[in-house]
């Protein structure tokens, strides 16, 4: 390790209307992470729409279509860094048809930004966009309370959106077992008021800037404190090799996904259960010592042991369940509704494998996180199921670990990645 | 106990695994080499992804015929080094197939390099091309997937990309279809020369300041080469220049630095006020959404 510095990932919640691509414009702009040219093309476009001042949104806006219709329609990722942190915010579009955009961008991150518009105070979209973050395995939160400005900087208004809110998150049963955090943050991000500089409006805040908030975020991947999973990608025999050592060589490559292991170690591998112990790590044709979550490394065993691509090497007590039958909450990605008659394949860790849904116990509406029964599952909804597989995975539930928890369901006709789920009870 | 990674180390490891991926789930790969900076990582990423084997993959060069002759040198010598496979397939070739015919003599063939790709894909029935580009390189990117489907048209529609989520990666495709991988998709500028520095990886030499003759054309710096000859009243400079990006040569530019190493590079990196392709490439300045528009062409 040469450098100390660290890596968060984050989404932002929130709608146009909330400013959030003002925000993210913002961000990058304060951090000096837009240059000089990119500023020039979008001083342009904002003259051409008749703006007086530069749109920081028009940032964000990345493709054609979009820029014409004037909302966002995909996830965009943006960078930007400071000296001691890199930042990679996935930013989806909030509207209520875009469900699945902001569960594909919550499934990467380690925090998550929930704007609220302070004249507006909290909404419909605050409630879902809550829910999706705490659905998808987020446990911090930063409640970013924008347009301070147009409410006179009221403090008033500003404590009880924070008290509604908090009363809010707690409504919402979901990942109960796992201790969150939660900051509030009164903000504009139009005049750049708290973002990453802190203008004299809002003296009676003392808290951090959100740019403050943001770099003392745990970043550490809580992952490395789990058990150890590494599912193994690609098995490395070089054999037709000139190098005679090379002759028996035999690693496994993979991810750490979760925990941590060493040499000497003893490993259990899934789902053919034999056990063996650590014989040498590698990261190319560095030897090292102990590999931690999420190093991508090659691991070679004191004993022959058949493995290949799917199989997963685990510690020995804390094994993840191989099964063939699991219930999981799903979002459904696809314009083309759930067919339960078919076979559809599910890409779970490095494993392939047919996949039927059995039972569809409920669907969510994301708007009241109340259950409705249904049969059918469609575009943009959550839902509850029962998944029968043919061949066993090795996993754990989600909020336990999102890496062995989660999966994505593949349409084999089309191949399209149609829907994303997340294991919550292995039987 | 060692408990965080760096963002370099955290990059890499997303990197090779994605690489992995590629190689577990693709039939026939390859992976797409220029002698420029970012495939180079790519190079470095597949040798910690795949050492002491071979790749698993061989590497092409698309040339367009308009290059500098250093950077050619130096992609030679790079494949002897890894002792690794090399396939060049040439856009002159096209052009004497009449596959591409160009507007006018001395017109920039970067974009007709999408044609010969697509003619290299089918003739050796690649499923995969994993490429150097970074999310952060241009707006139209910055929606781009990790794998990035592509039809059989070599197409790439914005509106038909398939959701990736966590670090599933879905690379499956039929017969005729292709997948762009991009393991450095989450890359800036910035880490791509951190990793060059802390790897001590080897650059073709016009990445560093030289004395090169040039043209101030248009507020862009034009080097003065057979292909990019100077217009009458046009003067020609001999200064320090470095380029930032390496193509063909009649859309790369350089520009004016005294940069002469990795270290240097890095600081006048975070100096600078202007975009790596807004200051170097003369073909992306002509429209916003120039690059979404070869993208969806065929462009990678």
Redesign the interface.
């Known amino acids: 390790m040469d450098k100390t510095d660290s890596l968060l990932r984050f989404i932002t919640c929130g709608s146009v209307d909330d400013g959030k691509s003002t925000l993210i414009g913002r961000l990058l702009y304060d951090s000096k992470t837009i240059l000089s040219d990119t500023l020039n093309q979008i001083e342009k476009t904002s003259h051409k729409r008749g703006l007086s001042a530069v749109d920081l949104s028009l940032l964000t806006d990345g493709l054609q279509a979009e820029r014409e219709q004037g909302i966002t329609i995909d996830v965009a990722y943006r960078y930007f860094s400071t000296p001691t942190r890199k930042y990679i915010i996935a930013d989806s579009p909030g509207h209520e048809q875009y469900t699945r955009n902001m569960v594909t961008a919550a499934s990467t991150a380690q925090a998550a930004i929930i704007l609220i518009d302070a004249r507006k105070g909290i909404l419909t979209q605050t409630k879902r966009h809550t829910y999706l973050s705490k659905l998808l395995g987020i446990n911090q939160f930063v409640v970013a309370v924008n347009k301070m400005d147009l409410v006179n900087y009221d403090q008033e208004i500003f404590n009880s959106i924070v008290k509604e809110y908090k009363a809010l998150f707690d409504g919402i049963s979901v990942n109960k077992n796992n201790q969150f955090s939660i900051n509030f943050i009164p903000m504009s991000a139009l005049n750049g008021d708290m973002v990453v500089e802190r203008l004299e409006n809002m003296s009676w805040y003392q808290g951090d800037t959100l740019l403050e908030i943001l770099e003392n975020v745990d970043s550490q991947s809580t992952n490395s404190n789990l058990a150890f999973r590494y599912p193994v990608q690609y098995v490395c025999r070089p054999r037709d090799s000139e190098n005679k050592e090379l002759h028996d060589f035999r690693s496994f490559m993979g991810r750490v996904e979760s925990g941590r292991i060493q040499v000497g170690d003893k490993i259990k591998s899934l789902p053919s259960n034999q056990e063996s112990t650590i014989k040498a790590i590698y990261i190319g044709d560095q030897l090292i010592n102990e590999a931690i979550s999420p190093q991508s490394v090659s691991i070679l065993l004191n004993d022959e042991i058949d493995i290949s691509r799917g199989d997963m090497l685990t510690e020995l007590t804390n094994t993840p369940s191989i099964t063939k039958d699991f219930n999981a909450t799903i979002c459904w990605l696809s314009e083309e509704p759930l067919n339960q008659g078919r076979v559809y394949k599910i890409m779970h860790t490095s494993k392939i494998a047919k996949a039927k849904i059995s039972s569809i116990f409920d669907k969510i509406d994301v708007n009241t996180l109340s259950s409705i029964e249904s049969e059918k599952i469609e575009t943009n909804d959550i839902a509850n199921i029962r998944v029968n597989l043919a061949q066993p995975i090795m996993s754990d539930n989600y909020f336990d670990n999102r890496k062995t928890g989660s999966f994505i369901i593949v349409d084999d006709s089309t191949n399209h990645t149609v829907a994303a789920g997340m294991i919550n009870n292995i039987n | 106990m060692?408990?965080?990674?760096?963002?370099?180390?955290?990059?890499?490891?997303?990197a090779?695994?994605i690489m992995?991926?590629v190689?577990?789930q693709c039939s026939n790969p390859v992976l797409l080499f220029s002698g420029g900076k970012d495939s180079l990582c790519l190079l470095r990423i597949a040798?910690?992804?795949?050492?002491?084997?071979?790749f698993?993959f061989p590497l092409m060069h698309i040339d367009t015929g308009h290059n500098y002759q250093e950077v050619i040198d130096f992609r030679d010598k790079k494949v002897t080094e890894l002792n690794e496979r090399l396939i060049v397939r040439s856009v002159e070739d096209s052009m004497a197939r009449g596959t591409v015919k160009l507007n006018y003599e001395l017109e920039p063939r970067n974009k007709y390099q999408s044609i010969t790709l697509l003619e290299a894909i089918d003739e050796f029935k690649f499923d995969c091309c994993i490429g150097g580009a970074r999310?952060?390189e241009e707006?139209?990117r910055?929606?781009e997937r990790i794998m990035s489907f592509r039809d059989s048209f070599g197409q790439w529609d914005?509106?038909n990309?398939?959701?990736?989520?966590?670090?599933?990666y879905?690379a499956?495709?039929?017969k005729g279809?292709n997948i762009r991988a991009f393991p450095i998709?989450?890359w800036?500028e910035?880490?791509v020369w951190q990793y060059i520095e802390?790897e001590q990886l080897e650059l073709p030499s016009i990445y560093f300041a030289h004395k090169r003759d040039i043209i101030r054309r248009d507020g862009a710096i034009v080097p003065v080469t057979d292909v990019t000859p100077p217009k009458d009243g046009e003067i020609v400079e001999n200064i320090m220049v470095r380029f930032r990006t390496v193509g063909d040569i009649t859309c790369t530019a350089p520009v004016e630095s005294h940069a002469d190493d990795v270290q240097k590079i890095i600081i006048e990196t975070a100096e600078?006020?202007?975009?790596e392709r807004?200051?170097t490439r003369l073909d992306d300045q002509m429209s916003?959404?120039s690059m979404?528009q070869r993208k969806k062409e065929g462009y990678f």
Do not use: V, Y
């Not at chain 2, 600078?272 to 975009?275: D, G, K």
């Open positions: 060692q408990n965080e990674l760096s963002h370099l180390d955290w990059l890499e490891a997303e090779i695994h992995r991926e190689a577990g040798e910690k992804a795949f050492r002491p084997g071979k698993p999310r952060d707006k139209a910055a929606k914005p509106k990309q398939r959701p990736e989520l966590w670090d599933l879905n499956m495709t039929h279809e998709s989450n800036t910035m880490d802390r600078s006020r202007i975009s807004g200051a916003e959404a979404e």
